[in-house]
């Protein structure tokens, strides 16, 4: 009875086995593809102007959102890679559909530009406030309020009129 029991054992969990490899090689082929379509539909924006990513466009009766997925599901069952579903949707609804830019280039100077131009400014700001500090620190006040510059400062201007005089 010990071995028809172990049998029976070895035989379900054999069968329990193939099953589990079956599920899991499905879900994983299936799952390639839906994987795709939201990495792709996420990517890019409705066409309608609701400034929404083109699969959580929630707004009722968009006249956009529901063909445009439709495309989607089209491009990515016929087999193009990303670029060029990418590339498609930008040459029919124009680049604005993009979410984030993809060919490099202008593309990606248009997102680097404002980040650098705010570094920029902010290291230039911070530059012109330590300049006048300086100079205000080799100036004294009189008590009158008259900024009277600091001996130090006397020297430097008598050898710039020197090697300014004509």
Known sequence: MHRLFARTLRHRMVQLGAVLFGAVLLMAAADDSGTRFNKIGHAMMCACGCGQILLECNHVGCPDSDRMIGELRTQVASGGDDTSIFNWFAAKYGPTILAAPIRGGFDTVAWITPVAVFLLATIGTA?????????RRNTVTTPEGIPVQLPENDAMRERIRRETEY
Do not use: S
């Not at 530059?127 to 100079?135: A, C, G, K």
């Open 127 to 135: 530059f012109l406030v330590r300049t006048w500090v300086r100079r």
